[in-house]
């Protein structure tokens, strides 16, 4: 009995990879108007049901900003590249788990092109989500300990490595949609300005070692987008007072409701897209 169930196991594993696989080597609608990039903060992780026919590992929701600004503007020739965990390497070169690039989804034709990426690449979100847990205990934070290593300053990060590939990543897109409006938008807050709160299960000596890790991240991005002569969306500043820790917050703490760890609420990803809608000339509140 055990011999069978095992072999069950087995080829429901061999399965969903190949099920994986064949959804991460689809080519993307290419050439839309508007093709939406990024990371799961881009993605919505969370904030709904899977956005249909995007790879599983993709974690892209009807709900992440990208799908909300296409349906505020009623843009109907969207191609949303966006996915959880994506580096901008991974934008510009493919590699996460067999996805191709993001921007493979560019065309001469693409008037629009949106951004928001770089957390993963300094290991932001995932450094605050393994100090929570690990301070949490339990499973996931023994399981964290074997694996995680503990959080870097900011000094020791890869700030220099992340203004480079954000560099080609811009070049690239110019060299694909000479037309395309770039509009990128930054990462809103996580942290208060000082100190911690409940909510997100870090003490205020780890939220001092991430806060200029924030800090960077912002100050990376617009340095970048405006070398490239991209427009900024500065998420960063625009959500002050909206951090995890507020009384109306854009950003989830370490157990929320709804939605995921540390990425934006449903609120937050409203308010990126009314924002982005506000610079194209759109709708925007």
């Not at 690990?134 to 290593?149: C, Y």
């Amino acid at each position: 009995m055990l011999k069978w169930i095992a072999l069950a196991v087995l080829l429901a594993v061999i399965a969903g990879g190949l099920l994986i696989y064949r959804q991460n080597r689809q080519a993307p609608q290419a050439n839309s108007s508007y093709v939406a990039l990024g990371s799961s903060f881009a993605a919505g992780l969370g904030l709904g049901d899977r956005f249909p026919g995007s790879p599983l590992i993709s974690q892209r929701s009807v709900n992440g900003y990208p799908q909300q600004l296409a349906r505020l503007l009623k843009i109907t020739s969207f191609t949303d590249m966006s996915s959880s965990g994506a580096t901008v390497s991974h934008v510009l070169h493919g590699g996460q788990m067999g996805l191709g690039p993001q921007i493979d989804a560019l065309g001469p034709d693409t008037m629009l092109v949106t951004l928001t990426g770089g957390g993963n690449d300094v290991g932001y979100v995932g450094d605050l989500t393994a100090m929570a847990f690990g301070n949490r205990g339990g499973v996931k934070g023994w399981l964290l300990g074997l694996f995680w290593k503990g959080a870097k300053p900011a000094s020791e990060r890869d700030f220099a490595g992340l203004e480079r590939n954000l560099a080609a990543l811009f070049a690239e897109i110019r060299r694909r949609s000479p037309q395309a409006r770039i509009v990128v938008a930054t990462y809103p807050a996580i942290l208060p300005e000082a100190g911690t709160c409940d909510k997100l299960g870090i003490s205020a000596a780890q939220a001092d070692l991430m806060r200029p890790v924030a800090v960077g991240l912002a100050e990376v991005t617009r340095a970048a987008a405006a070398v490239a002569g991209a427009e900024v969306v500065d998420m960063t500043t625009l959500s002050a007072g909206h951090d995890a820790c507020s009384a109306e917050p854009w950003v989830n703490g370490i157990a929320p409701v709804t939605g995921a760890p540390f990425h934006p609420t449903l609120a937050g990803a409203e308010a990126t897209e009314h924002a982005i809608a506000r610079v194209l000339g759109g709708v925007g509140g």
